[in-house]
């Protein structure tokens, strides 16, 4: 079957650093993405990785390693905006995104 | 980058009554669009692919007379809710796939149901 596998809940400090951890299971595979959501809005797209390594985006990266069904988004200098459920989706045979039920990052001063 | 948008952003109305969303590609041609539904605190959960011009294709669990599904261009979908219960109440998001880049999706920003 297909499912992914991200911690629930995360909780860091302003001006840190944090990881959020993504495991996925698909039916082939197209890239994976890592959205933003907060309460009560649709996803935003924050980052694609479809070959293994760390893409860069500002304060936000993410790494994928494809061998190992694994994937990272890294947030650096955390600022309280940042507070928001961050969705890891892979994509799969069908280009077809498959979704968690996402982590719930809470940002305390 | 690619803009969708979707009407109306919050409708509250009468159990029985049907109610209409409305999905648009503002700046590209998006051939396949997909309704979602997400209940608070869960994951979003795919209802529907619509492709332009050919009948949805439905979701396990997802009754296709409830969930009308209508993609009569490349710019247009709508999703009816018919005969909508308190149980519909939900966040309906869609989201669009342009005929130039497959892999990508935009999403709008959601639709706010609320059944009385």
């Known amino acids: 079957g297909q499912n992914i596998d991200q911690p629930t809940e995360m909780t860091a400090t302003e001006g840190a650093i944090v990881q959020i951890n993504c495991t996925y299971q698909t039916s082939g595979f197209n890239g994976l993405f890592w959205y933003q959501q907060h309460a009560g809005e649709a996803p935003t797209f924050l980052s694609y990785n479809v070959l293994d390594g760390l893409e860069e985006k500002g304060r936000f990266s993410s790494f994928l390693s494809r061998s190992k069904g694994y994937s990272y988004l890294l947030l650096k200098e955390l600022q309280m905006k940042d507070s928001a459920s961050y969705l890891c989706a892979p994509m799969d045979s069908n280009y077809q995104l498959i979704w968690g039920a996402g982590t719930k990052l809470i940002i305390k001063p | 980058g690619a803009v969708v948008s979707q009407h109306p952003s919050r409708v509250i109305c009468k159990s029985g009554t049907s109610v209409k969303i409305e999905c648009r590609s503002l700046d590209f041609q998006a051939t396949t669009m997909f309704w979602y539904r997400q209940f608070p605190k869960q994951s979003l959960m795919l209802m529907a692919t619509s492709n332009e011009g050919s009948k949805a294709t439905y979701e396990q669990g997802v009754e296709k007379d409830k969930f009308l599904i209508n993609h009569a261009s490349l710019t247009l979908s709508t999703l009816t809710v018919t005969s909508a219960h308190p149980e519909d109440s939900s966040f309906y998001i869609c989201?669009?796939?342009?005929?130039?880049?497959?892999?990508?999706?935009?999403f709008g920003p959601g639709t706010r149901l609320t059944v009385l």
């Open positions: 989201s669009a796939r342009s005929q130039q880049d497959y892999n990508e999706q935009f």
